[in-house]
């Protein structure tokens, strides 16, 4: 199997025991790090989600992982959240985050700035549309070198 089956295969296990705790998925990535494999999932609730809900997610989960055994390499299972300056990259990042604050940095200037900063209000294969507050605006998704959950610490 590949990393992205494990993902997929990981996400239909995980994602029951996530409902039923009321958390959301964020990711599963299947990684090599050094010499070492991990399969790592991200979770997310609002108000952030704490070491109770990685511990009860984890222990539910390492049961099913040692029953199905269907990853072949070693490595280590790990829950935890995706961070506040997580990134987003695939589509359930983006759907996940409608109505939120994001940062969204471009790879060129437009009308003379780099960084812009607003609540998502759309996106497609093509485009992300954010409302700084003055305007909605839309940018082309090949223009954006970053675009993340925004916070004020």
Avoid: H
């Avoid at 070491?51 to 984890?58: F, G």
């Amino acid at each position: 199997m590949s990393a992205k089956e494990y993902e997929e295969k990981t996400i239909g296990f995980l994602q029951p025991i996530l409902d039923e705790l009321g958390l959301r998925l964020w990711d599963v990535v299947f990684s090599k790090e050094g010499k070492e494999y991990y399969l790592s999932a991200f979770i997310d609730k609002p108000g952030g989600v704490n070491v109770e809900d990685c511990e009860a997610v984890s222990s539910r989960m390492n049961e099913i992982l040692d029953r199905e055994d269907y990853i072949k390499e070693p490595y280590t299972f790990v829950v935890s959240s995706p961070g506040l300056d997580r990134p987003l990259k695939r589509e359930r990042d983006f759907m996940n985050s409608v109505g939120r604050d994001v940062e969204l940095r471009t790879y060129k200037a437009i009308d003379g700035m780099k960084e812009f900063r607003g609540i998502l209000k759309g996106y497609d294969r093509d485009s992300v549309t954010i409302d700084t507050g003055d305007k909605e605006q839309t940018f082309s998704r090949k223009d954006i070198s970053l675009i993340r959950l925004a916070f004020d610490f």
